[in-house]
Nanobody, 115 residues
């Protein structure tokens, strides 16, 4: 199994980014998926999760109303649309199945929110 995150970068406060996570090597459409992030000096935290068919979603309180998780099972890809970004959103963002499995962590993608 492999998960490859992309789409990170440097963005100003209030800006937007769309992260992608391409899956391979497992039956993507059968699995709930999740996004997580880890800021420097902090533990990794869950950000959002989506059911296998995409009908159920949940979010951390810190991102609710600003981030949207979605998926395209035809493309074996899960997305994280991030709007109204804040400096405290700066972190490396990772995707995983849900609940997370240590064998599925990818390399992550860096998101930096700074003026």
């Amino acid at each position: 199994a492999q998960l490859v995150e992309s789409g990170g970068g440097l963005v100003q406060p209030g800006g937007s980014l769309r992260l992608s996570c391409a899956a391979s090597g497992f039956a993507f459409s059968r699995y709930a998926m999740s996004w997580h992030r880890q800021a420097p000096g902090k533990e990794r935290e869950s950000v959002a999760a989506i059911s296998s068919a995409g009908g159920l979603k949940n979010y951390a309180d810190s991102v609710k109303g600003r981030f949207t998780i979605s998926r395209d099972n035809a493309k074996d890809t899960v997305y994280l649309q991030m709007n109204s970004l804040k400096p405290e959103d700066t972190a490396v963002y990772y995707c995983n199945i849900n609940p997370p499995n240590r064998n599925y962590w990818g390399q992550g993608t860096q998101v930096t929110v700074s003026s």
